[in-house]
Structure formats: structure tokens, C-alpha cells
């Protein structure tokens, strides 16, 4: 079965300073998928790369596809305390590249944004 | 827009008690619904998807079971708790289809004493 391994576990960073997390797939990555949860509550999507090489921008996160180093990026540019919480990623569990309805997500990565 | 609830927010209850749990959508129809359990150390963790009013797949043999009585309710249900059915539930729908984003309800965190 497909394992996510997130890195770095946990993150802190001072306000303004840029980070990245990233979100390495056991076998090949055919969807993948970002998203941010804060303790206690459900998680918000965020972005989803479908294509090697896609990167995706909201606000001031960037994610990007490397689907030959069967990997993921979070970027994170002028973090703010709002930027706070657990980012989880979560990829397609079908191993043909077919899609399927179940995913498989990583143990995330806690981020903590000191003033 | 479509909205995901999900109730309780918080529920405390003895083993060997029943359980359910339920979760509704709006503003959207024939919706794909999914529970998943989120335990401190393990990661979310997939128990049931459903692709139409009474389909149910299991994805992990457990204590627990789901039923989707009506095209936007899902029900998560056991008939008697045990100490180790404790942790954070959440619920989500995504359009029908494939490599759709799943979009989650605010959880119910569940404790067994």
C-alpha cells in the first residue's frame, strides 16, 4: 500500500520568513492533494496537482508536482500567523493512475508562525 | 454553496455503548460521502466511502459500520464501543467522480472510557 512520509514533522518559524514542507509517496504519485486543519477541526483544502510538473498558487502558498521524485512541495513565502496549523498531504491510492475514492494521507506537518 | 455538518462536536461514552454519528450536506446533490478517523500518532485513516444511497464500502474491518439512508446523511454507527474506537472522526463529501477534492465537516471527537 501507498505510504506518505511528510517532512520536516514540525515546523517554527518567525513571521515573515519563508518555509517549505514536503510530502514524499512510497509509489508513484497520479494525484495529490494539500490541505491545512487546525487542532481540534476539519481540514480545508487547499490546492490539488494532478500532472508532473504542475505547481499551483493560492494566496501565498505554492505547491508543486515532481512526479519523478514521487514528491510534493509546500512553499510558503512571508508566513503569517494565520498560516498556522497541521498541513496534511494526500494522494490518490490507485496504482494505475486510474483515480480512485480512497486516499492516502500523510501525519502531517505542524506549523507554528511566531510574531 | 454546499455546507458539510456534522454532529456531535464532542461525545463521551462508556465501552460497550452504541454509537452514531451523523453527517449531512447541502447545496449540492448525489454527492460521494466519506468517514474517516483521525487517532493521535496514526494519521487519517479512511473507514467508509459511499457512492450512492446505500452503498457502502468498507475500507477497514472494524467494530464500526455506515449506512447512507438518504442521498445527503451519513450515518456512522457501532453496536457496542470499545476503548480502541476512540479518536477524532470526520466526515467529507467531494462531487461524484473521480479526482475530486474532498471537502471535510468540523469532526466529532470521540472518547471511550
Known amino acids: 500500500s501507498q505510504e506518505l512520509e511528510q517532512s520536516p514533522q514540525s515546523l517554527i518559524v518567525q513571521e515573515g520568513k519563508n518555509l517549505t514542507i514536503n510530502c514524499t509517496s512510497s509509489k508513484t504519485l497520479y494525484g495529490l492533494y494539500w490541505y491545512k486543519q487546525k487542532y481540534g477541526e476539519g481540514l480545508i483544502f487547499l490546492m490539488m496537482l494532478q500532472k508532473g510538473g504542475e505547481e499551483k498558487s493560492h494566496e501565498k502558498i505554492t505547491a508543486k508536482l515532481d512526479e519523478k521524485k514521487q514528491q510534493s512541495s509546500l512553499h510558503i513565502t512571508a508566513s503569517q500567523p494565520s498560516h498556522a496549523g497541521i498541513y496534511l498531504c494526500g494522494a490518490d491510492s490507485s496504482s494505475s493512475g486510474a483515480g480512485s475514492y480512497q486516499l492516502t494521507f500523510g501525519k502531517g506537518t505542524k506549523l507554528s508562525v511566531i510574531p | 454553496s454546499q455546507t458539510i455538518h456534522q454532529w456531535p462536536a464532542t461525545l463521551v461514552q462508556p465501552v460497550g455503548s452504541p454509537l452514531s454519528l451523523e453527517c449531512t450536506v447541502e447545496g449540492t446533490s448525489n454527492p460521494n460521502l466519506y468517514w474517516y478517523r483521525q487517532a493521535a500518532g496514526r494519521g487519517l485513516q479512511l473507514l467508509f466511502y459511499s457512492v450512492g444511497i446505500g452503498q457502502i464500502s468498507s475500507e477497514v474491518p472494524q467494530n464500526l459500520s455506515a449506512s447512507r439512508p438518504q442521498d445527503r446523511q451519513f450515518i456512522l454507527s457501532s453496536k457496542k464501543l470499545l476503548l480502541s474506537d476512540s479518536g477524532f472522526y470526520l466526515c467529507?463529501?467531494?462531487?461524484?467522480?473521480?479526482?475530486?477534492?474532498?471537502?471535510f465537516g468540523d469532526g466529532t471527537r470521540l472518547s471511550i472510557l
Open positions: 467529507a463529501w467531494s462531487v461524484r467522480g473521480l479526482w475530486q477534492p474532498q471537502h
